[in-house]
């Protein structure tokens, strides 16, 4: 274990900066949640099904940012930061051309695609009206998100939650305004909390561009930069990100086809599903914030060429990731009932009782999400090894979870509690091979080019 108080708090630091983000991030789903489940149960159920394409699409942003973070890092281990704006340029041109194809399938097939997640014609013409509007953000989303994720290879993180504490008092004074019609406003249900929540992506985007212009010295991202670039950095970018966003998409398509299963379980589930997994995403930000922070750590511990401290690092590291696990599952057991206090009485008996169960599930997954995830996407990925995640959990998602919670649910017609464990258990028994690929240390790979290698030419 590491004695210095100085590397805590550091660590500590920076995973609350990220923490809070994330908190911020998810807390404008969550009041969406509360917010639409008190004007309707269908409405907020339509919306989790959009939302699902949302996540697709955040994990889309996060892998093309990934990319970005893993060499910048490493390369600000080195103390070299040339290379970086052409990095991130890369990285914007790959998340633009997947948020453009999402927005193009969303705008031309939006019935079809809730069609897959629901059989609840109600919920679905929900769905449909927050689609037509909501759309319109993806591209905007995504150029956002890999801008800040860039940034903290380099260890700017506060830019990311004041632009996510500014999203959140948006949304949520647009969304009173614009959902219940309140102060003279219309009321438009779905549709304003899909107003708000462009109107928020928008107000984002502009913090950034304005942060970029004005206050960020380091790299000195410009508009040109961006766009005039080196190309060859172009193949070190795709074989680091191939990997991650081929695992991001596995994961976005996996989440939607878990929704679907459950959709497909009657309206009830659809509504408990979508307040457990809010809950746990607003309240397991810690882990994720502690996974992030330890890739920036160990990428740039791997590129200070500083692997004789590796070892420490990562032991430390993982007990952290442990008691932050089980504090954050607790957390969620304790707040079940509170939380389901908000909604009022507009969500049914069996709803409540569904939710109930759900989040005594994620209570106990969380603690192995906590490690695994954090060792895998933090430490792993960090050391320059992004291609074992999307391995894992191929085989993990595609080979068990999905066959065995869809023969639970339509062939052993398992109460919806047990198919809910059986789409999450692999949080559990997924601690077993990245443990394994830790101890082997195998993923300690240098991913930046040796010194005086990078191009003086720039290409568009």
Request: hydrophobic share 50%.
């Amino acid at each position: 274990m590491i004695r210095e108080r100085a590397f805590y708090r550091a660590f500590f630091a920076l995973t609350l900066s990220l923490a809070l983000q994330n908190l911020l991030a998810f807390g404008v789903n969550l009041m969406d949640t509360v917010m639409l489940g008190r004007y309707s149960q269908e409405a907020m159920s339509g919306v989790n099904l959009c939302n699902q394409i949302q996540f697709l699409l955040q994990m889309l942003a996060a892998g093309a940012g990934e990319g970005a973070v893993v060499l910048g890092s490493q390369y600000w281990g080195k103390n070299r930061l040339e290379p970086i704006p052409h990095i991130i340029g890369v990285a914007l041109r790959f998340g633009t051309a997947l948020s453009a194809l999402l927005f193009g399938l969303v705008l031309l097939f939006p019935l079809g695609l809730l069609g897959l997640l629901s059989n609840d014609s109600r919920v679905i013409a929900q769905g449909a009206a927050y689609f037509q509007i909501i759309c319109f953000s993806y591209v905007i989303f995504t150029i956002t998100t890999i801008l800040v994720s860039s940034l903290r290879s380099i260890g700017v993180v506060k830019i990311g939650y004041a632009i996510s504490f500014s999203t959140l008092c948006i949304n949520v004074t647009l969304n009173y305004l614009l959902i219940y019609g309140n102060l003279g406003c219309p009321e438009l249900g779905v549709r304003g909390a899909a107003i708000a929540t462009l109107v928020s992506r928008c107000v984002e985007l502009l913090i950034v561009v304005y942060y970029l212009k004005y206050r960020e010295k380091r790299l000195n991202l410009t508009l040109r930069k961006l766009l005039f670039i080196d190309r060859s950095y172009r193949r070190d970018y795709i074989q680091v990100s191939a990997p991650v966003l081929v695992n991001q998409a596995l994961w976005g398509v996996a989440q939607m086809a878990q929704t679907g299963i459950l959709g497909h379980l009657g309206g009830d589930v659809t509504a408990a599903n979508a307040i457990a997994v809010q809950v746990y995403q607003v309240l397991s930000v810690a882990a994720y914030g502690a996974a992030s922070a330890s890739g920036i750590l160990v990428g740039r511990s791997v590129g200070e060429g500083r692997r004789d401290a590796l070892r420490s690092l990562v032991i430390t590291l993982q007990v952290l990731f442990a008691a932050i696990g089980l504090v954050s599952g607790g957390l969620i057991f304790l707040v079940r009932n509170p939380i389901l206090a908000f909604f009022g009485g507009a969500l049914t008996e069996r709803a409540r009782s569904l939710a109930l169960q759900f989040m005594a599930v994620i209570a106990v997954t969380t603690v192995g999400t906590a490690y695994q995830m954090a060792c895998d996407n933090g430490i792993i990925r960090g050391g320059g090894d992004t291609a074992f995640s999307a391995k894992l959990n191929l085989i993990s998602m595609w080979g068990m979870v999905v066959p065995f919670s869809t023969m639970a649910a339509f062939w052993w017609r398992s109460p919806p509690v047990v198919v809910f464990f059986l789409l999450k258990w692999d949080q559990i028994y997924k601690i077993i091979p990245v443990a394994l690929r830790l101890y082997s240390w195998k993923w300690v790979r240098n991913v930046t080019r040796p010194d005086g290698m990078e191009k003086e030419a720039l290409h568009v």
